[in-house]
């Protein structure tokens, strides 16, 4: 291990000086609880099953631009939208964040680059930037793997646009309890 790194066996800092932390090339290792994540990736899925693994590191890119690059983790229970079972699921992100002022600098970034706001106070939310990429990757972990869903081949293929004209729409009932 670097003499520099910072090995967190515990809770990460919400906030951090991104600029100072590239300043000395920090590498960080820790968690994030999960409370932290509740209101909006905790009310995205079922639950969110454990605190969420960071590791994530500060520098400089060639043309000094302070970048925050790392990646986390998190299980969380999840329905699947084919079969409606809950299941548990891990969830990885990568992310490669720039620390900016104002959001229209943020169309000056690399285009592999994503913008992550300075505060008032010159420091960045990580957990807020980590639960946006947790809540981008949403559509990829909302369904089983196709082999261990419980919802045979063929309905999982053509149910949906099956039409059977021979029986009688289930809303008609709707629409004649209406009239009464
Ligand atoms: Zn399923």
Redesign the pocket.
């Known amino acids: 291990m670097k003499t520099n790194d910072i090995n967190f066996e515990q809770k990460l800092p919400h906030t951090l000086d991104a600029l100072k932390c590239a300043q000395k090339r920090l590498d960080f290792q820790g968690y994030y609880t999960k409370s932290l994540f509740q209101e909006r990736l905790g009310d995205s899925v079922e639950s969110i099953e454990s605190d969420i693994d960071i590791s994530v590191s500060f520098q400089f890119d060639l043309e000094k631009r302070v970048v925050i690059e790392g990646k986390a983790g998190v299980d969380v229970v999840v329905y ?1 939208q ?2 409606n ?1 809950k299941f548990k699921k891990h969830i990885d992100v990568k992310f490669l964040l720039s620390p900016i002022k104002e959001i229209a600098f943020a169309d000056k970034l690399p285009y592999d680059y994503e913008p992550i706001l300075v505060n008032e106070f010159g420091e960045v939310d990580l957990v807020n930037a980590i639960e946006d990429e947790f809540l981008l990757s949403l559509p990829t972990f909302t ?2 793997d196709i082999e261990s ?3 045979p081949e063929l309905v999982r293929t053509f149910g949906e646009i099956e039409e059977d004209t021979d029986k009688e729409n289930p809303f008609a009932v709707l629409s004649q309890l209406k009239k009464h």
């Open positions: 699947c084919r079969c079972e369904k089983h869903c419980e919802v």
